[in-house]
C-alpha cells in the first residue's frame, strides 16, 4: 500500500509529495517492471531474493525467506 512506502520515504527524509510522485510514475513502473524481468532471468523467483554480483558473475544466494544464521552462512564466501 502507498502510504506504508510514503511513511518509510518521510521516515529516512525523503520529501513526500516528490516520492509520491516518482513512485506513480510510468517510468518508475518501466524500471521496475524492467527489475522483475532481470530477476527472473537470474532465477530470483521467490520474495525476498539475494542476487550478489561480481566481476565475472551473478549468482542468487538466497531465494525467499532465511533464519539469520543461514543466510549469513550463504553470504559469507561472497563477502571474503
Known sequence: HIDT????????GLEKTA??????????ARQTEDDFKKAR???AHGF???????????????RGWLPL????????????
Request: aromatic share 8%; with cysteine; glycine share 2%.
Open 5 to 12: 512506502f510514503l511513511k518509510v520515504a518521510c521516515d529516512i
Open 19 to 28: 516520492f509520491h510522485e516518482s513512485f506513480l510514475s510510468p517510468d518508475m
Open 41 to 43: 532471468i537470474l532465477g
Open 48 to 62: 525476498p531474493s539475494i542476487v550478489v554480483r561480481t566481476d565475472n558473475n551473478t549468482t542468487v544466494v538466497a
Open 69 to 80: 544464521q543461514t543466510l549469513t552462512t550463504q553470504l559469507l564466501p561472497w563477502l571474503q
